[in-house]
């Protein structure tokens, strides 16, 4: 298994992207809960995050409003089940925690749904940025609740520099 790793400049701030034999397996954000010690990204090798790049350039200019970026997401198979549910959330939208159990068909696994979206791997491209508390609340992201916040208004085309200070 080779990995490899890159930053990226984002309104949210540095991005490490990391690949795991030449596959998208990481978006961090600096200060992310639950980001890999740094000895986990690998060797620095911009070569494989050609299209990653590009494509979140893309959605940072409002170009592109879904990835299609190939994953290699490593978890545990319910982990994996709600990052694949996280990828049906449109742009723009939310879910609650509760829903997405719902969807899941465990109604009452939202705090099971909470911890795995805390352990997402690919931030924004996996948009656990996009899962809510059942009251409407922002809460539980790794990247920070202001980031949440910011990204949550960017997708909704609100107050562009208000946004860019939440970032």
Known sequence: MT?????????????????TDGVLSGIYMTDQRHR????????????????AV????????????????????????FQRRVWDRLLTIPYGETRTYGELAEELGNPRASRAVGLANGKNPVSIVVPCHRVIGSTGKLVGYGGGIDRKRGLLAFE????????????
């Not at 990995?3 to 690949?19: F, I, K, Y």
């Not at 909704?156 to 970032?167: C, K, Q, S």
Request: glycine share 6%.
């Open 3 to 19: 990995r490899q790793h890159t930053v990226a400049d984002s309104p949210c701030g540095e991005l490490t992207l990391v690949a």
């Open 36 to 51: 890999p010690d740094r000895s986990a990204f690998g060797e620095p090798d911009a070569r494989p995050f050609t299209e």
């Open 54 to 77: 590009r494509q979140l350039q893309a959605y940072f200019d409002r170009e592109l409003t879904v990835f299609e970026l190939p994953l290699r997401l490593e978890g545990t198979d």
């Open 156 to 167: 909704a085309g609100r107050d562009t520099a208000h946004e860019e200070a939440l970032f």
